[in-house]
């Protein structure tokens, strides 16, 4: 039985310290999460980004050779700008990205490396709320991070990992869905909405190739008007929603 369309959202657990965002591309956080990323990282706590690829095959004017470096530059600023400084990038092909042990034991070694109570990734199913289609690469790493979630604290999967100086790591609590079409939960968007359009405006090499809208108007009017219907079943606050997964 499915939850009415109404149910409020509630808000999501303050009770952790470190959070660890797992994404396929440059611009995924931003687009789904960076005002509560931002108002996180106010209070005190700590976020690191792992990303699974660098982006390189997603501005067709833009050879991968050249597009790879720029969007990784791009995406290290638009962290900067919510308070993350930690960002790593796995190094799986963009587009092409394979579910499966490779993908997991990748994902469950940064979930050992950086021992987060929460972990955040992005609609891992096969529509965004059966509109449109998703892509191959968001379902791979969302689905993934949330198997790996488990995998990183089981000793006797990837045992490799441990003999690599990655003892199990069986904190992660939570895992968040960012752009979940059945969202559970939600965080206040108002503190960091200015900053989240702000980093999401680093991407502009990607933003100016996606519309010829102003990037600024583009990036705006986008947030705003997600965080607004997220709001509708948070008390009328604009928030960032989640689909929340204990543990």
């Not at 990992?161 to 079409?181: F, I, K, Y």
């Amino acid at each position: 039985m499915t939850e009415p369309e109404n149910t409020p959202l509630q808000p999501m657990p303050t009770d952790w310290r470190r959070a660890l965002a797992v994404v396929a591309h440059p611009d995924d956080l931003e687009y789904g999460c960076a005002a509560a990323i931002a108002a996180w990282t106010d209070e005190g706590r700590e976020v690191a980004y792992v990303l699974a690829t660098r982006g390189e095959a997603g501005i067709d004017s833009l050879d991968p050779e050249t597009c790879g470096p720029l969007r990784e530059r791009e995406q290290r600023a638009s962290a900067a700008v919510v308070g993350v400084s930690s960002v790593e990038f796995l190094g799986h092909r963009d587009g092409v990205i394979e579910y499966g042990l490779a993908l997991r034991r990748d994902i469950a070694a940064a979930i050992r490396r950086h021992r987060p109570e929460l972990v955040i990734t992005l609609n891992h199913r096969d529509t965004w709320g059966g509109v449109a289609w998703n892509t191959p690469d968001h379902v791979a790493v969302g689905r993934a991070t949330l198997d790996a979630a488990a995998d990183a604290g089981n000793r006797w999967i990837f045992p490799e990992l441990t003999r690599q100086g990655l003892p199990p790591w069986n904190g992660v609590r939570w895992v968040a869905v960012a752009g979940s079409a059945s969202p559970t939960h939600a965080v206040e968007a108002s503190p960091g909405l200015e900053r989240a359009v702000a980093s999401l405006l680093e991407h502009r090499t990607y933003i100016e190739a996606l519309t010829d809208e102003d990037p600024e108007t583009y990036a705006r009017d986008f947030l705003t008007g997600h965080a607004a219907a997220a709001g509708e079943k948070f008390g009328g606050r604009p928030a960032v929603a989640f689909e929340l997964f204990a543990r």
